[in-house]
């Protein structure tokens, strides 16, 4: 079976009205239906590659371009995980974890988008501490960093909601013009402090040799294989 090849199709993360999990082909192609209606206000650009600018049609199949190439480039030094997050069985957006050298520097960067008409409801805070989750309770990571621009002040709530802290700017080329991007960082210790969320873990212990890790599927606790 595929799974036995790529366990990451197993894995799972489940919130009490979410899912957060790999697509099928079928769903992927909804996932890009729903960046093609739209991620955000057309008039400020809130990524740092401006990929929302593309017309609908090549918007959506960059989404799969994008997927395909994060699965085919993966190595256990070099990967980024672009979980698509279903409400309900509907899928709503995107939720992606990646690291560099993981296995030495235990840190995690996460990057979301949500489709327009899922927005303002309380999903992006609920699918990032959702993905914390799997970093910390799942991943033993000691950091995590995340980074926003200055007109994007609902990712900074989110941000602040679930304990990060300022971490430094920097300096951006976005649509021509100097953009500056607000980073921010989430140690284990703030992570325990504010975390609340109800997470559970599914399929992790086949995939921990993927992430730069031993599998460890006797000491992993209960809920977190």
Same mark, same amino acid.
């Given at each position: $079976?595929?799974?036995?090849?790529?366990?990451? +199709?197993?894995?799972?993360? &489940? &919130?009490?009205?979410?899912?957060?999990?790999?697509?099928?082909?079928?769903?992927?192609? /909804?996932?890009?239906?729903?960046?093609?209606?739209?991620?955000?206000?057309?008039?400020? $650009?809130?990524?740092?590659?401006?990929? !929302?600018?593309?017309?609908? *049609?090549?918007?959506?199949?960059?989404?799969? @371009?994008?997927?395909?190439?994060?699965?085919?480039?993966?190595?256990? =030094?070099?990967?980024?995980?672009?979980?698509?997050?279903?409400?309900?069985?509907?899928?709503?957006? @995107? @939720? !992606?974890?990646?690291? *560099?050298?993981?296995?030495?520097? #235990?840190?995690?960067? !996460?990057?979301?988008?949500?489709?327009?008409?899922? @927005?303002? #409801?309380?999903?992006?805070? /609920? $699918?990032?501490?959702?993905?914390?989750?799997?970093?910390?309770?799942?991943?033993?990571?000691? /950091?995590?960093?995340?980074?926003?621009?200055?007109?994007?002040?609902?990712?900074?709530?989110?941000?602040?909601?679930?304990?990060?802290?300022? =971490?430094?700017? /920097?300096?951006?080329?976005?649509?021509?013009?100097? !953009?500056? $991007?607000? #980073? +921010? *960082? +989430?140690?284990?210790?703030?992570?325990?402090?504010?975390?609340?969320?109800?997470?559970?873990?599914?399929?992790?212990?086949?995939?921990?040799?993927?992430? %730069?890790?031993?599998?460890?599927? =006797?000491?992993?606790?209960? %809920?977190?294989?």
């Amino acid at each position: $079976m595929l799974i036995d090849h790529w366990p990451l +199709l197993g894995l799972r993360l &489940t &919130t009490p009205r979410l899912e957060l999990r790999l697509p099928s082909g079928e769903e992927l192609s /909804e996932l890009a239906d729903l960046a093609a209606e739209g991620v955000h206000d057309p008039d400020r $650009m809130p990524f740092s590659v401006p990929w !929302t600018d593309l017309p609908p *049609r090549e918007r959506a199949r960059s989404v799969v @371009q994008h997927y395909w190439l994060r699965l085919g480039n993966w190595t256990p =030094d070099n990967w980024a995980l672009n979980l698509a997050v279903f409400e309900h069985g509907q899928i709503v957006g @995107q @939720q !992606t974890i990646a690291a *560099r050298n993981y296995a030495t520097l #235990r840190e995690v960067d !996460t990057g979301s988008w949500i489709g327009l008409r899922h @927005q303002g #409801r309380g999903i992006g805070t /609920e $699918m990032r501490a959702a993905i914390l989750h799997l970093a910390f309770a799942g991943l033993e990571a000691a /950091e995590a960093t995340s980074g926003a621009f200055a007109d994007n002040p609902s990712s900074f709530r989110v941000s602040s909601k679930l304990g990060y802290e300022p =971490d430094g700017i /920097e300096r951006l080329t976005v649509r021509g013009q100097v !953009t500056v $991007m607000r #980073r +921010l *960082r +989430l140690s284990r210790a703030q992570w325990e402090e504010h975390q609340q969320a109800s997470v559970s873990i599914d399929g992790l212990s086949a995939c921990l040799p993927l992430l %730069g890790l031993t599998d460890k599927t =006797d000491e992993l606790p209960d %809920g977190l294989h």
